[in-house]
């Protein structure tokens, strides 16, 4: 009789640890394809506007600025509906997989549409273009961060954790594209591989992590 509370407390220790694993590697490969799009979006808006200082610094400003409004979007998310964390998550995955899918072929008729433009111009459209995908990137971060300080009472871990992972998972995407993917795939595959990934963050996330009701 005394074995059952003891089974029954590994078994969900276990489980714990198990979904624990799962979210960290979901995010891992969240972070993998973030940079991976970075990368080549860089490559297809380079080709589309040109490649000079003002376009680097427009590009990446823009990603940064999306990134940090996201992060604020995600927390007030995740402060609004705790228990739909995941959901959150799965939905903000999904949205940039499916924007990946299709940026291949927005990014030429950006291109094309703002032959011409004056700078200023330039940059609303690329940040108008960038704004969805990177809020929904920034966005993933916090919510998560509130998911597992939920899980563990201990923010520090929490931010640490998930940061690292994410951060680390960047880094490689970083490096995997610009020496490995590029060698073998052409910037559209390499969009569209990342864009996959995403779709199977957020399959896993609805699937395994998501709380039964």
């Not at 694993?21 to 490559?43: K, N």
């Not at 610094?57 to 995740?78: D, Q």
């Amino acid at each position: 009789m005394s074995t059952l509370p003891c089974d029954h407390t590994a078994s969900s220790d276990v489980f714990g640890r198990r979904h624990h694993a799962i979210l960290l590697a979901v995010f891992f490969v969240s972070g993998f394809s973030a940079l991976a799009y970075q990368v080549g979006w860089q490559r297809l808006l380079f080709a589309a506007i040109g490649v000079d200082i003002e376009s680097i610094t427009i590009i990446v400003s823009v990603f940064m600025l999306g990134l940090g409004l996201g992060a604020l979007l995600g927390g007030k998310l995740a402060e609004y509906a705790p228990h739909k964390i995941i959901l959150f998550f799965a939905v903000a995955e999904a949205g940039i997989g499916l924007f990946g899918l299709v940026s291949p072929t927005i990014i030429p008729a950006l291109g094309e549409a703002l032959t011409g433009s004056s700078r200023g111009m330039v940059a609303l459209a690329v940040y108008l273009f960038l704004a969805f995908p990177t809020l929904l990137m920034g966005a993933t971060l916090p919510m998560l961060v509130e998911y597992v300080d939920r899980k563990l009472d201990n923010v520090g871990v929490s931010i640490g954790q998930l940061y690292f992972i994410n951060t680390l998972g960047a880094a490689l995407g970083a490096f995997a594209t610009g020496f490995i993917l590029f060698v073998f795939l052409d910037i559209n595959q390499t969009i569209y591989a990342a864009a996959s990934a995403n779709l199977l963050v957020s399959a896993v996330a609805y699937l395994v992590l998501r709380p039964k009701p």
